[in-house]
């Protein structure tokens, strides 16, 4: 069975740090790895994905992830945070015939001013 | 293009009363998905159809329920109304089914049991 950890419910950081976001992962075939975006009042948005294709993967809003395998990670950065960033994050598992994402359980992110 | 739609917004219904949920997918989408975020639950699989079939079903009681209709559109069903069935549920459509194929979500709707 697959499975999502995201570690912190509440991430707060200040206007034009780091953002880190964990996410880990356990699943008996490689994995294809998602990190989604959710504004209050909204739906979800994709902001990355990652197909095996490359390890570091780029994806909207200055977001970046990196799938290390040995460590079974999958956590998200973004080098400066804009106060626009605030919202919650969800990182999601699925593989191959079975695809149906499988969610942790959200990150909520603050950006202080 | 638009995207998913979903119907209604919100939804305020009783213990016992049944639910009706509506979804229209992005078009070209064959594959609809439905979840339900529940407070301090996070975001759970509940049903995903493709071509008019169901092709995969979350771990919820038979209660819960739904079809796919022949433009695609999805309706999700939920007899029998408990307090807990209160939460958030997104429709998510994507092209034909593959794990690296992006769901596309929905707004979803709110649904209320009192």
Same mark, same amino acid.
């Given at each position: 069975?697959?499975?999502?950890?995201? !570690?912190?419910?509440?991430v707060s950081?200040?206007?034009g740090? !780091?953002v880190?976001l964990?996410?880990?992962?356990s699943?008996?075939v /490689? /994995?294809? !790895?998602?990190?989604y975006?959710?504004? /209050?009042n909204?739906?979800?948005?994709?902001?990355l994905k990652y197909?095996s294709a490359a390890?570091?993967v780029?994806g909207?809003n200055?977001?970046e992830?990196?799938f290390?395998?040995s460590?079974?990670?999958?956590h998200l950065?973004? /080098?400066?945070?804009?106060?626009?960033?605030?919202?919650?994050y969800?990182c999601?598992v699925?593989?191959?015939?079975? #695809?149906p994402l499988?969610?942790?359980?959200g #990150?909520? !992110?603050?950006v202080?001013a | 293009?638009?995207?998913?739609t979903?119907?209604p *917004?919100h939804?305020?219904? *009783?213990r016992?009363?049944?639910?009706?949920l509506?979804?229209?997918?992005?078009? +070209?989408h064959t594959?609809?998905?439905?979840?339900q975020q529940?407070l301090?639950?996070?975001?759970?699989?509940?049903l995903?159809?493709?071509?008019?079939e169901e092709r995969?079903? +979350?771990?919820?009681?038979?209660r819960?329920? +739904? %079809?796919?209709f022949?433009?695609y559109?999805?309706?999700?069903?939920v007899?029998?109304?408990?307090?807990?069935?209160s939460?958030?549920y997104l429709?998510a459509s994507s092209?034909?089914p593959?794990?690296y194929?992006?769901q596309f979500? +929905?707004?979803g *709707? %709110?649904?209320t049991v009192?």
């Open positions: 069975a697959q499975s999502v950890t995201q !570690l912190g419910s509440h950081v200040s206007e740090a !780091l880190l964990r996410c880990n992962y699943s008996s /490689p /994995p294809y !790895l998602f990190w975006v959710q504004y /209050p909204q739906g979800l948005q994709l902001l197909t390890t570091l780029k909207i200055g977001f992830a990196e290390k395998k460590e079974t990670s999958f950065t973004k /080098p400066s945070a804009h106060m626009s960033d605030a919202a919650e969800f999601a699925s593989r191959a015939g079975n #695809t499988v969610f942790g359980k #990150t909520r !992110l603050s202080i | 293009e638009a995207g998913v979903q119907s *917004t939804l305020i219904k *009783t016992g009363q049944q639910a009706t509506r979804c229209s997918p992005i078009s +070209g594959s609809v998905y439905w979840y529940a301090g639950l996070g975001l759970q699989f509940l995903w159809y493709d071509e008019g995969n079903r +979350g771990n919820f009681p038979p819960f329920s +739904g %079809r796919q022949p433009n559109s999805s309706e999700l069903n007899n029998a109304l408990e307090l807990e069935d939460a958030l429709c092209l034909a593959s794990a194929n992006e979500f +929905g707004p *709707t %709110r649904l009192l």
